[in-house]
């Protein structure tokens, strides 16, 4: 019987979410994890890989398991007492057999988070970022991403991409009140290190060093040379993945 397992992790101690030969992987922990509750050899397909030190506030697999799982509570109380202090299991879900947790995802949100100051507490959870940044700026160039559907400018070279093609459905940045700005992202799919690379030249667009005009002249350019270096990982996070009602059971 298939399931939905719906998690949160923290990705300082992981060389992203896919199973490495020899660095540690959420996959593999999760994996783990399961293969040990259930008493049985247990793959997980994740909704899509997150790099090295990248967060996941909402993450959704899927798995087969032998038997239905009648005390789901208390399934995830075990299963979280396996899986490590940086892994949180809060969820699970009976879907269609065929439901597949990266396939079926019409849509994936991420946030980026830069603070303006030293702060040992968000050391490993934002980018500090100590330039003052204009804000207006950088959502006059986010403004453009849903009007466009090509980024090879902020596609990771030598990924194995079939297409760089996405459709962007919102974009936007905020500013908090204590400084911090948060960007927001929904697309259909991302490319690989592609947030990163669009941050990096959004924060030259806050910056100044170049404009919103010429930030959408780099992402019709379709050249990863002509966008800015990417922001570190440890600012972002995956913060939903969407799926059509028709794949669940229950």
């Not at 949160?8 to 593999?28: E, I």
């Amino acid at each position: 019987m298939r399931y939905f397992l719906y998690l949160s992790y923290n990705g300082k101690n992981f060389n992203g979410w896919q199973r490495q030969p020899s660095a540690p992987s959420v996959q593999q922990a999760v994996e783990k994890a399961l293969s040990t509750l259930l008493g049985t050899p247990t793959e997980v397909t994740g909704a899509g890989r997150t790099d090295t030190g990248v967060h996941a506030k909402y993450y959704v697999a899927h798995f087969d398991a032998p038997r239905p799982i009648a005390e789901r509570d208390d399934f995830l109380y075990h299963l979280n007492a396996l899986t490590g202090p940086d892994i949180a299991v809060f969820g699970l879900r009976a879907v269609r057999d065929d439901a597949h947790a990266r396939f079926d995802a019409v849509s994936r949100e991420y946030t980026y988070h830069i603070i303006p100051e030293k702060n040992p507490f968000r050391r490993d959870t934002s980018w500090q970022y100590y330039v003052p940044l204009d804000c207006e700026a950088m959502n006059l160039a986010a403004a453009v991403l849903p009007l466009h559907d090509d980024f090879t400018s902020f596609a990771k070279l030598n990924s194995g991409n079939k297409t760089n093609i996405c459709h962007v459905a919102d974009a936007r940045w905020s500013r908090l009140a204590d400084g911090e700005m948060i960007f927001e992202i929904r697309s259909d799919r991302f490319l690989r290190n592609m947030i990163r690379a669009l941050v990096g030249t959004m924060v030259d667009v806050g910056r100044g060093k170049i404009t919103a005009e010429r930030f959408e002249q780099i992402l019709l350019g379709r050249d990863l040379s002509l966008s800015s270096a990417s922001a570190p990982a440890c600012g972002l996070f995956l913060t939903d993945v969407r799926y059509p009602d028709e794949i669940y059971k229950d």
